[in-house]
């Protein structure tokens, strides 16, 4: 079977499962919830010029409105209330709906407003998948996309709160500004997560987007220029490591053996970072670190040594493909097309397990090592199908911004 049919097959497969098996999820996030099975199924409807697929992400979108109503109250980006209205927004900027969002989502406003307030004293507070910044993230939606001027003005002053909460709690020195974490919670043990799912890339991230806007530029943009600085500063020099980047470094600056390749931590979603850096400055040197990390992490085809089990977004081959994909189509390097090429093939390989989704399951590690079947985008076949979708189509698709990329 042609490799095209081949993917054509397993998005049939993922649409088909998904639509009998979204009730079991009961987390309404982008990430691990309802909402990003949802954007599968817009995206597949718009690929296919079918609404029965927008139908069932319609369906999709009224349980989850339907759970917030009843007093569902869980507001992170990953699994909660941000993260589903963050899709809404998406979804109505690329005119796959047709809603009201701000008569619709502002009256979450003053919730996730409180939500801030109530986190941003523990001191892994900002983490993108579960903290602050994803309920940034999706304030920055809604400020982009508002019609209403007095909406706007709300945003401004959310985002500053948020801007001037990093910086209070950013350690700058030697023109480098970084963000203090729990490494290891329960040892006590602190440091500097340099990860895009939870560490400081992600805080660099979200400031290289607001960076473009007016109205935050000079607010952030020399934080964000001590940001880069700081993660450029903690590359490897032993040539021995397999990564140019630790995943993390301890306060008595001890760093992490290698790091696996993947999106959530290591040197993907840092070069991704260092790339959306670049291109908001307009700085040539922070691109051409971005190339540089990605063309020698594109030499780890070793799955073991790369730490790669199974085809998930976050940690898997098919999220290694996807963001070599990406960055063929920003830079037209032809070794990441080519890399992606490789992860694809990769992907396609591990469905190989006849009880999971479409041939395809999650490694679940810790204390008691299995694989699992998941749904979910993060881990699971609705973000593998969205991976297959932007592989594949001949549009635009701006769902990977819920990973910080587009």
């Known amino acids: 079977m042609e ?44 690929f296919l010029q079918k609404e029965s697929h927008a139908d069932v992400g319609v369906e999709i979108l009224s349980s989850i409105i339907e759970k917030i109503n009843n007093g569902y109250d869980f507001h992170t980006f990953c699994s909660g209330i941000s993260g589903a209205a963050w899709v809404i927004e998406l979804l109505q900027e690329e005119e796959l709906i047709d809603l009201d969002c701000d008569q619709l989502l502002s009256g979450l406003d003053n919730f996730l407003v409180q939500a801030i307030q109530e986190i941003q004293d523990d001191q892994n507070f900002y983490d993108f998948l579960h903290g602050i910044l994803g309920i940034g993230y999706y304030f920055l939606k809604r400020y982009t996309n508002t019609q209403s ?6 945003y401004t002053k959310i985002l500053f709160n948020i801007i001037d909460l990093l910086q209070q709690r950013a350690k700058v020195e030697d023109n480098t500004a970084k963000w203090e974490t729990y490494l290891i919670r329960d040892k006590g043990i602190k440091g500097y997560n ?13 400031l290289s987007r607001l960076v473009e806007y007016t109205d935050f530029k000079n607010k952030v943009e020399k934080l964000l220029d001590q940001s880069v600085t700081y993660i450029l500063s903690s590359k490897n020099e032993d040539i021995i490591c397999s990564s140019s980047f630790p995943s993390w470094i301890t306060c008595n600056n001890q760093k992490s053996d290698n790091s696996r390749l993947a999106w959530c ?16 400055l307009n700085n040539t040197e922070y691109k051409e670190q971005a190339i540089q990390t990605l063309t020698h992490a594109a030499k780890r085809t ?24 990406y960055m063929y189509k920003e830079t ?21 397990h006849s009880n999971g989704h479409a041939g395809y399951m999650k490694w679940q590690g810790g204390d008691n090592p299995r694989w699992i079947k998941e749904t979910n985008l993060l881990e699971g076949i609705a973000g593998i199908g969205l991976s297959i979708l932007s592989y594949i189509a001949s549009f635009e698709i701006k769902w990977d911004q819920c990973l910080l990329m587009s």
């Open 3 to 46: 490799k095209e049919q081949l993917l054509l097959k397993k998005l049939e497969e993922i649409s088909a499962i998904l639509r009998k098996t979204y009730h079991s999820t009961d987390e309404i996030g982008v990430l691990s919830g309802r909402a990003g099975i949802a954007l599968f199924q817009f995206y597949y409807s718009k």
């Open 149 to 154: 001027n007095e909406l706007k003005k709300r």
């Open 194 to 206: 340099l990860s895009l799912a939870h560490g400081n890339a992600s805080i660099t991230n979200f």
């Open 265 to 280: 931590y290591g040197d993907l979603g840092i070069a991704i970072t260092l790339w959306k850096a670049g291109k908001s």
């Open 302 to 325: 070793n799955l073991v040594e790369a730490g790669v089990k199974d085809a998930g977004l976050c940690h898997g081959a098919y999220g290694i493909m996807h963001i070599y994909s």
């Open 332 to 352: 037209k390097d032809p070794k990441f097309k080519e890399t992606a090429e490789f992860w694809l093939d990769k992907a396609l390989n591990m469905a190989v």
